[in-house]
């Protein structure tokens, strides 16, 4: 393996529905120890992209590489074995499951009984809120609670890359700061960090570098310091 | 009253099989929504199954024990209803995920025909004559009596649905099926292989309807190819009763209906002065599901549908 390949590799991906093109065509990168961000308005194709990188879309073969292994249109089961992990537009928590069930689902791949424990105790030291709500239903919790869990049961699989989609999708903007603050303690411990987010300010603020995505094509990628600056970002999504 | 006692009696011994049917309903609804229609035809290979082992023991002039001999023709029948359920699924339902629902519902109802058929040729069209070997000691409760075959039957699905409700909610499998029938997608982000889990619940389903193919067959002492098809249709009656896609509900709607159905057999001929005879107790358990699908479609213990989503 080329010691400087990105872990993950995107070319020339594209995703359809139907007749309808989603994404048509973009070139991404990752590289290991990385946060980046991938913005853009609403129907842009951010989320196709993560679910088709995922393994939740038929794609080429050929489009996803991860640690240079073609992973396109891979069923999302193997892959999460494979050290990827999406947390969901949504959250999609098991809502009748008990945050403790939700948690044990996301160390699924696992048999490390001991490490799972240690995990376990790792992220309620990140969210301690989950820990006094261990047997609660997880659709009995709040929202930025169970955006919490997601994080937590996406984490419990020990992912290389962690793959979220607007993580801040109705959170206070409290909430948010707090969720964003943990997504950037992840990414120092060390797991490689791809979100999708509306919230363009604090993304770009939070990641190292970052796309933007346009009615299904990347029509800008740079540092995160520079698309800041960029006038035409700043008008277009950062409001001002 | 005796008669009242007696039928209640009756009915939990009957109620306590359709509970053992109405799980597979249940379960392989909750997780892929399809109301395998093919799961009646499961028990009656349950049954049959047993009933050639049990045959074949009692031919060799073994001398084994006949608790012993009845366990052994289980104990074959629950492999080869899992194989049967196993085969079902992966060869007639898997490749029709996806597709509209009622390919598949379609597809079962073609799967029950030809399950029945294939019991036919094997297991020829007469009824057979269920060897009734345990010893059936009859104990007096006032005027009802109660039977060590009802005893042995309450016992074993009584065990039967505790171990699968302590399976479903502490085993890593367990949760994972509840996992993939609240959200498929997302249990695949989980690492869960969800054919794999529905074809495991396809199994355990079938692992409870041999049990139960043994459990009518000692009871009625009589076994028939088609008897698969009204069983199934009063398992799912239950099923539904108790809200489908529930677990608990599918055990109470069992016990329920079973009830309903004996204490209809016993009374039904004073009510209408005897125009009717208890040999329409057959009609009860679909009284019964008009009755659920007019006033409470989603069962006893069924979720409304919005939670589902
Ligand atoms: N399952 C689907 N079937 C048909 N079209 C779809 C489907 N999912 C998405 N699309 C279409 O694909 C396009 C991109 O959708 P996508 O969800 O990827 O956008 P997005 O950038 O995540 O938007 P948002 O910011 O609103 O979440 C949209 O035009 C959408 O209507
Ligand atoms: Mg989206």
Redesign the pocket.
């Known amino acids: 393996m080329n010691a400087r390949a990105p872990l993950l590799q995107v070319t020339g991906l594209a995703v359809s ?2 007749g ?1 093109k ?2 048509k065509g973009i070139d991404l990168e990752v590289a290991s120890g990385e946060m980046v961000c991938l913005i ?10 993560l679910k088709a990188i995922a393994g939740l879309l038929p794609v080429a073969r050929d489009s996803i590489r991860f640690e240079s292994e073609p992973i396109g249109g891979r069923p999302a089961f193997e892959l999460v074995r494979r050290g990827l992990a999406l947390v969901p ?1 949504g959250r999609g928590v098991f809502s009748q499951l008990t945050v403790d069930e939700n948690l044990a689902m996301g160390a699924y791949i696992r048999r490390d009984h001991a490490e799972i424990r240690r995990d376990l105790d790792n992220i309620f030291d990140l969210f301690p809120r989950l820990k006094e709500r261990r047997q609660q239903t997880a659709g009995t919790l709040s929202g930025g609670e169970q955006q919490m869990l997601a994080i937590g049961r996406a984490l419990m699989s020990r992912p290389r890359l962690l793959l979220l989609d ?1 993580p801040s999708m109705g959170l206070a903007p409290l909430v948010v700061a707090r969720i964003f603050e943990i997504i950037t303690e992840v990414a120092r411990q060390g797991v490689t960090v791809l979100v ?1 987010e ?1 919230n363009a300010r604090l993304a770009l603020q939070r990641c190292d570098r970052g796309y933007v ?1 346009e009615s ?1 094509v990347v029509t800008l990628h740079d540092t995160a310091s520079a698309l800041l600056d960029n006038d035409q970002v700043r008008k277009a999504y950062l409001g001002e | 009253m005796d008669t009242f006692i007696q039928q209640i009696i009756n009915g939990l011994t009957l109620g306590a099989v359709y509970a053992m049917v109405a799980l597979g309903y249940t379960m392989v609804y909750g997780i892929i929504q399809l109301i395998n229609f093919a799961h009646g035809e499961v028990v009656m290979i349950g049954a049959m199954v047993a009933f050639s082992v049990i045959g074949a023991l009692l031919g060799l002039d073994s001398g084994l024990p006949p608790a012993l001999i009845v366990l052994l023709g289980a104990a074959a029948a629950i492999p080869v209803c899992m194989a049967v359920a196993y085969a079902m699924e992966r060869v007639a339902y898997r490749p029709l995920r996806g597709a509209p629902r009622l390919a598949p519902l379609i597809t079962a109802i073609g799967v029950s025909i030809i399950l029945q058929q294939l019991g036919m040729m094997i297991w020829s069209r007469n009824p057979l004559a269920f060897p009734q070997i345990l010893e059936n000691r009859i104990f007096h409760l006032g005027g009802a009596t109660v039977s060590t075959v009802q005893l042995a039957i309450w016992l074993v699905a009584v065990s039967m649905m505790g171990a699968l409700t302590l399976m479903i909610h502490r085993t890593r499998l367990g949760i994972a099926m509840r996992a993939t029938s609240q959200n498929p997608q997302v249990a695949g982000l989980m690492g869960i292989d969800v054919n794999r889990v529905i074809a495991a619940t396809f199994i355990i389903g079938a692992a409870l309807a041999a049990i139960a193919g043994v459990m009518v067959g000692t009871y009625y002492g009589i076994a028939h190819y088609t008897m698969g098809s009204l069983l199934g249709l009063k398992a799912f009656c239950a099923a539904v009763l108790g809200g489908i896609g529930n677990l608990p509900g599918a055990m109470l709607g069992g016990l329920i209906l079973g009830v309903v159905e004996a204490l209809g057999a016993g009374y039904i001929g004073d009510f209408t002065g005897n125009w009717f005879g208890s040999n329409y107790q057959d009609v009860f358990a679909f009284i019964v599901l008009i009755l659920v699908l007019v006033f409470r479609p989603s069962g006893l213990l069924g979720e409304r549908v919005g939670d589902r989503t």
Do not use: D, P
């Not at chain 1, 853009?40 to 992209?49: E, F, I, P, Q, V």
């Open positions: 529905y139907g309808i989603a994404v853009g308005a609403n129907g842009a194709g951010k989320t196709s992209t537009e607007e999708v509306q995505m299904g």
